[in-house]
């Protein structure tokens, strides 16, 4: 696990710990001490912003830290091993998809950078199964801002002054972060939520073919809403992109608490018919995330039901769409869904 002690790190690392022996890396080794000791983990030193290599005898690499330069990328296809990734914004994403494929990976590579380590992605493949298909998918997203999260939770932030594209009615737009406002009841909390840059935009029409895939966000907090949509409209996110004014972003929505509730609701579409499904993990985003993550080493591992896969993949590209709901049960995290 590159990045195992972080606020999502350590999730995975409890819930992996009785399923395998891990080893933790990062930069500062002291501060894994006491989660390795929790866990029965090992813990080593592995900068990714030096120049040093590192190698380890593993069975599979889980990225739970940015891999700017696609070191861990590069180092677990030189090695043969299963790659997971849960940390690249579509950009990223992208350039990964192709430096995987253009090495030729003998091992599976699935880049789960979905919303909450591809939950979003693998709860639409499961409403996709019952109908026959996705010709529309629609996420909505509360963001809890009482939960506990780690300064890189907030990093979409910075991408908020990028246009991105979208796939809508089977065609490719471009389209302006924090717009087409709705408001959508997420569970029991009608949500006002706006346009963000997502990766399941861009894969769930080349996995799926969904035509529409859009994705939007929102807060607990009404005024936070309001403010952030307020200070999108002066142009900050224009104006203020840059190092310069990282910390002014970011500070706009990082105060992380001390626990709160994750929820996302995903509504999909396909010749007339429609399903929806609300996802709560009332162990917070961390975990939700760490969750994502934990079913997308199964899935590259083959203990998901169905045998290792070979290549690049998404997380809604699972062969077992149907045991979604299992599986996200078996770490405490709700699903509840009917007809929208």
Known sequence: MV???????AELARLAAPSWPLLLTGRTVARGEALAEETGARVERWDLTGPEPFRAGVRAVAGVVNDPDDRVLRAAIRGGVPYVDITRWTARLQRAAT????????????????????????????LAEELGGAETVDIAVRWDLKDRAGADSVEFMDRLGLDYEVTEGGQRRTVMPLSDVRRVRIGPHPTKVAR?????????????GTATATTRIGFSSAASTSSLLAV???????????????????ALLYAPGEGGTARLRIDVTHGGRSRTATVTDDAGQAHLTAVGAMLALRRVLGTDGAGAPRGVLFPEMTPVPARVPDLLAEYGVQLESGTA
């Open 196 to 208: 963000i840059d997502t990766p399941e935009q861009f894969t769930l029409p080349l996995a799926l």
């Open 232 to 250: 999108k409209r002066l142009g900050f996110f224009r104006w203020g992109r840059g190092e310069r004014f990282t910390s002014a972003r970011r």
């Open 3 to 9: 990045g195992g002690y972080g606020t999502v790190g």
């Open 99 to 126: 430096v995987a494929a253009l090495r030729g990976p003998t091992a599976p590579v699935l880049l789960s950078s979905a919303w909450m380590g591809g939950v979003s992605s693998l709860v639409a493949a499961a």
